[in-house]
């Protein structure tokens, strides 16, 4: 394509950016089509059918009171598993523990029990005391790549050590994850962990990079603007 070639260097950047920022809005949709499914397609007819149950169990209490009592330990279960299906739908909106611990602690506490798993890989996190409320948004993907990154040290980086270093500073988030392990290779192939990192940073405007340290290891950098000041 000579005619694609020749544009100015602007007119490509702006088509990149469009492009990305399409593939940004596909895929939010796509989790809102998984949401929707399960919510739906799962848990509604989960429910429906409880109902009808719970129905049946009515009519028989009287005339054959062990199958209603039957019915009645089935629907137990069922409630048991909804239950179960709305926590992981409601966590993959927003984890819970964000609201239980907020931010720091939270990933400080994922980096605990990995440091509980036996393994030699030892994570060690530093922040502030003071760090600022930050935007859900802004929360969640932080968490979100923090958690990605600490899972590929510990499945990739065959590490010692791995530091967390949180910030937030000027109005941004910063978040840097460094381990001594074998080092990112310049060309790996990008799975979806570091995908979704990408596009976690980028859909509120910030950013993120993985580098191969000098001393060795692998840093990943994220910085997404918070818009708060600190
Ligand atoms: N800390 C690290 N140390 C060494 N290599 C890493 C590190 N983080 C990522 N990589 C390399 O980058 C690749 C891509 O990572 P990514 O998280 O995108 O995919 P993945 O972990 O292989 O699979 P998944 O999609 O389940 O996350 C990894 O397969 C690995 O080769
Ligand atoms: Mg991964």
Redesign the pocket.
């Known amino acids: 394509m000579a005619a694609f070639e020749t544009q100015p260097h602007g007119d490509r950047e702006t088509a990149d950016l469009q492009r990305s920022r399409e593939r940004l809005v596909s895929n939010r949709e796509e989790e809102r089509r998984r949401l929707r499914r399960d919510l739906h397609d799962d848990l509604g007819p989960t429910i429906a059918g409880m109902a009808f149950t719970l129905d049946a169990a009515r009519n028989l209490i009287e005339s054959d009171p062990k199958e209603a009592g039957r019915m009645i330990e089935k629907l137990r279960k069922e409630a048991q598993e909804a239950v179960g299906d709305i926590r992981r739908v409601a966590h993959e909106l927003r984890p819970a523990a964000l609201d239980e611990l907020g931010f720091v602690p939270a990933l400080r506490s994922y980096a605990e029990r990995m440091n509980a798993d036996g393994d030699r890989l030892r994570v060690r996190v530093e922040a502030p005391e003071q760090f600022g409320e930050l935007p859900a948004a802004a929360e969640v993907a932080g968490f979100r790549i923090g958690l990605?990154a600490l899972?590929?040290v510990a499945?990739h980086a065959n590490a010692h050590t791995c530091l967390v270093e949180l910030t937030h500073r000027r109005r941004e988030l910063r978040i840097e994850v460094a381990d001594d392990g074998v080092g990112v290779e310049a060309g790996h192939e990008a799975?979806?962990?570091?995908a979704s990192m990408h596009e976690l940073a980028a859909e509120l405007g910030g950013r993120m990079e993985v580098t191969r340290r000098k001393g060795g290891g692998t840093q990943v950098i994220a910085v997404i603007p918070t818009g708060v000041e600190t």
């Open positions: 990605e899972a590929n499945r799975g979806n962990g570091l």
